[in-house]
């Protein structure tokens, strides 16, 4: 099972939630890359890294949100674990935006004189290339789409979560397969 974005749009809720179930085994981890930037190691550099834990429960998972906007993970996924489950939870991709710009000013990744107007409006800014093509939902779930049948994608709104975590999560822990009913 991966959840596989969009950034800044609930997916450290998610990886929790499914943490906390006790028949699915997440990564140590949130965020391995395995399909990015450390696609070259496999499959087994997660399991021996990040999924040392497992226990024989009946799903295992990892949450990494760049995979959504990375073309080649799709089809990596699809040759790696065809028979994957994917969630991706959506955000107003101008809430999404202005959030990341938060996260990178806390972060340091931007600093103090990078004002958030300016930035946005500034169409040669990569910073505001990459944000925008983010919010580009249709365009990166289709790629997904490409290489997976629709029941084994998952897509759920923030707005959702956030007005009733609790259905979220079972509807979550459902599409998994496991006990829809731990809280």
Not at 11 to 38: I, W
Not at 88 to 100: G, K, M, N, T
Not at 143 to 158: N, T
């Amino acid at each position: 099972l991966f959840i596989c974005g969009a950034p800044r749009a609930g997916t450290t809720t998610l990886y929790r939630a499914l943490r906390q179930h006790p028949d699915v085994c997440m990564s140590q981890r949130k965020e391995t890359g395995v399909f990015l930037e450390n696609y070259d190691k496999g499959l087994d550099w997660l399991v021996d890294n990040y999924l040392t834990h497992y226990d024989g429960e009946s799903i295992a998972g990892e949450a990494t949100t760049g995979h959504m906007q990375h073309p080649p993970s799709a089809r990596r996924m699809a040759e790696a674990v065809p028979d994957a489950r994917l969630i991706f939870i959506l955000r107003d991709p101008v809430e999404r935006i202005f959030s990341h710009y938060r996260f990178h000013r806390q972060s340091g990744r931007l600093g103090p004189e990078d004002d958030f107007s300016t930035l946005i409006r500034d169409e040669s800014c990569e910073w505001r290339q990459i944000q925008i093509d983010n919010g580009r939902y249709h365009k990166h779930l289709a790629r997904y789409e490409s290489h997976f049948d629709r029941s084994q994608v998952k897509v759920l709104l923030l707005d959702d979560l956030k007005s009733d975590a609790s259905a979220v999560a079972r509807e979550l822990y459902e599409f998994a397969g496991v006990d829809p009913a731990f809280e």
